[in-house]
């Protein structure tokens, strides 16, 4: 098992982990201010985290799938449908390169910054951003490879028409 196969198993895992995390706990504080009248003051916010981190590395997941949205309305078998989708591709790696680098910035300015409830260091939750966009850089990295190297094959059709 390559190495990348082991990072999105954990990913994965991590993944399935958060969103049970948020349940548990958005259910225990729901269950907490009904009956307790006594609601804590960190679910909402870990929640809050862990959503972002679930949108950040689904990002990421995604790219690594090609499961984001597609258009496929050029035919086939025109000759530049394959530079077309290599200079999106490439569009793609300048943003998630801006955005992590922003991201990599906010985390280093954000270390003595404590976050309301949980008081850990908000670098923590930001690091997120860079993290999952240097590893959707490499999937996009790799989709542009395929596509440059004319190894990519075609998505099937939503609808199961043939070809």
Not at 150 to 162: C, N, V
Request: net charge positive; with cysteine; hydrophobic share 55%.
């Amino acid at each position: 098992m390559s190495f990348l196969r082991s990072v999105d198993r954990v990913i994965d895992a991590a993944l399935v982990l958060a969103i049970a995390v948020i349940a548990a706990s958005l259910v225990g504080q729901v269950a907490l201010r009904y009956f307790a009248h006594a609601p804590l003051p960190w679910p909402e916010e870990l929640s809050q985290f862990l959503l972002v981190a679930i949108s950040f590395f689904g990002m990421y997941r995604a790219f690594e799938n090609s499961d984001h949205i597609s258009l496929k309305w050029l035919p086939r078998d025109w000759r530049l449908q394959r530079y077309l989708r290599a200079a999106g591709l490439l569009c793609v790696m300048v943003f998630l390169a801006y955005i992590g680098w922003g991201g990599w910035k906010l985390t280093q300015s954000a270390w003595h910054q404590p976050s309301t409830a949980l008081r850990l260091p908000m670098a923590i939750p930001y690091l997120v951003i860079p993290v999952s966009c240097a590893l959707s850089l490499l999937a996009v990295g790799s989709a542009l490879w395929r596509v440059l190297s004319g190894t990519e094959q075609g998505a099937p059709e939503s609808d199961g028409a043939a070809r």
